[in-house]
């Protein structure tokens, strides 16, 4: 499956949310269900990347290769 990195007005445009709830709450929350992965991989503040069905990928943002696959859709939180 391909993903692709969205930024934050992207994804808040796609949900129809502000950017700063989108950060406030929405990854928050995706941050929180991952917190024992992403400090495992070194992940503090992870990129958001999407797939076409929008599943989301959580990566690291100076090392791509370094990810975490969720198998959630970005409209899991929302």
């Not at 499956?1 to 502000?18: F, G, R, S, W």
């Not at 503040?45 to 999407?50: G, R, T, V, Y």
């Amino acid at each position: 499956m391909q993903y692709n990195y969205k930024t934050a007005q992207e994804i808040a445009t796609l949900l129809q949310v502000t950017v700063e709830y989108f950060h406030r709450d929405i990854k928050l929350k995706i941050k929180q269900d991952f917190k024992s992965e992403l400090k495992k991989a070194g992940i503090e503040n992870p990129d958001i990347l999407l797939s076409l069905d929008n599943f989301i990928r959580l990566a690291h943002p100076k090392d791509k290769d370094n990810f975490i696959d969720t198998e959630l859709k970005l409209t899991d939180y929302h």
